[in-house]
T-cell receptor, first 116, second 115 residues
Framework: AQKVTQAQTEISVVEKEDVTLDCVYETRDTTYYLFWYKQPPSGELVFLIR??????QNEISGRYSWNFQKSTSSFNFTITASQVVDSAVYFC?????????????FGPGTRLSVLP | DSGVTQTPKHLITATGQRVTLRCSPRSGDLSVYWYQQSLDQGLQFLIQYYNGEERAKGNILERFSAQQFPDLHSELNLSSLELGDSALYFC??????????????FGPGTRLTVL
């Protein structure tokens, strides 16, 4: 069965520090998708990234970067030069691709607090 | 503003009742997804519709049902409500929703409280 683990329940950093949020997943499928979502204190869910299992290239988007390593089943998320607005709960998720859509499994989330 | 709308924003009801949550996807998006977020269960995928047809099912209870209408809006029906159904229900939409690199846009959520 598919599973997502986010071992860090809460992280606190001071503004401008770099922070990495860990995500480890389990799946038996060779084709799957990995996601990161952000949920700020206001409650809405913001989609950040989606990667498929065949694309192991790391991705950078502004201060955000993602490190996908199939060998360790990890899809870690790094925020560089963190800002107070980055304070949120971050969820990693996995879906196994099938002929008809996907079934999502979310990790428990990591609450990030960026202090001024 | 993601362009996905959900109504109502808040809903308070009693055990045993039935409620309907509504979601309007972004213009042009064919897929609608429903998620439940509760304190004890975390964030769970419930169901996905693509262009009117059910595409994928997650941890959706038999007491719950959903549909997507020809105009692509979707409704999530929750019946025989229990205290444990109290949660934040999110709807999301995406342009396609299969194996392509879709972006999911989330609505603001409907907070359901069952008393």
């Amino acid at each position: 069965a598919q599973k997502v683990t986010q071992a860090q329940t809460e992280i606190s950093v001071v503004e401008k520090e770099d922070v990495t949020l860990d995500c480890v997943y389990e799946t038996r499928d060779t084709t799957y998708y990995l996601f990161w979502y952000k949920q700020p204190p206001s409650g809405e869910l913001v989609f950040l990234i989606r990667r498929n299992s065949f694309d192991e290239q790391n991705e950078i988007s502004g201060r955000y970067s993602w490190n996908f390593q199939k060998s360790t089943s990890s899809f870690n998320f790094t925020i560089t030069a963190s800002q107070v607005v980055d304070s949120a709960v971050y969820f990693c998720a996995l879906s196994e691709a099938g002929n008809y859509g996907q079934n999502f499994v979310f990790g428990p989330g990591t609450r990030l607090s960026v202090l001024p | 503003d993601s362009g996905v709308t959900q109504t109502p924003k808040h809903l308070i009801t009693a055990t045993g009742q039935r409620v309907t949550l509504r979601c309007s996807p972004r213009s042009g998006d064919l897929s609608v997804y429903w998620y439940q977020q509760s304190l004890d269960q975390g964030l769970q995928f419930l169901i996905q519709y693509y262009n009117g047809e059910e595409r994928a099912k997650g941890n959706i209870l038999e007491r719950f049902s959903a549909q997507q209408f020809p105009d692509l809006h979707s409704e999530l029906n929750l019946s025989s409500l229990e205290l444990g159904d109290s949660a934040l229900y999110f709807c999301a939409s995406s342009e396609r929703g299969g194996s392509s690199t879709d972006t999911q846009y989330f609505g603001p959520g409907t907070r359901l409280t069952v008393l």
